[in-house]
């Protein structure tokens, strides 16, 4: 079953815009992940944002939680033509000891 | 860095054939998993191992089964293929209990075997 759903599946945009991805899920959760896959490779990890965290950052990512209306929000800021990729979001259930992903976004970064 | 080797990149089998797709790590990482990734419906768990000759089903184990003789070594085996099968199989490892009991903290995933049974 899938636990974590993104939203929009398909995003287009250009060089230098930003660059936002949610992600929602159905139960309780211990973290949430977001990963990176270029086109026919594995899956790269970005960052972790645990439950009782609400951002985080990493260089050009922010990431949000609202554990309350279970979502995460994925930010790219001045977006690059190497940032052209597949966003999946992670997210491990409580006592699961496995992360689900969702069917991810596929981001195009116009040069 | 952690590398996650997947033995083959790309495998054409026919329907029936059994199947190995093997994986090592380099890490000591406890837990193993094997996804497979299909188009429009994300990566999907088929089985996963915290410990040496240790397995636990995940949403998909049926055609699959899995072999974890050493620490680095997370083998998956399709006994008999099916064209169903054919899919980007992706291997993963992780620490065991990064940031708190049972939890799978951050995954370090291979390149991915993309199988085709004919």
Redesign the interface.
Known sequence: ??QGEEDPQALSIQEGENATMNCSYKTSI??L?W?RQNS??????LI?I?SNEREKHSGRLRVTLDTSKKSSSLLITASRAADTASY?C?T?AH??????????TTLTVKP | DVKVTQSSRYLVKRTGEKVFLECVQDMDHENMFWYRQDPGLGLRLIYFSYDVKMKEKGDIPEGYSVSREKKERFSLILESASTNQTSMYLCASSLWGTGGFATTGELFFGEGSRLTVL
């Open positions: 079953s899938q211990n973290n992940q990963y026919g490779r594995g899956l790269v990890h972790l645990r999946f992670a491990d006592a699961a000891g496995k992360s689900t992903f969702g069917d991810g």
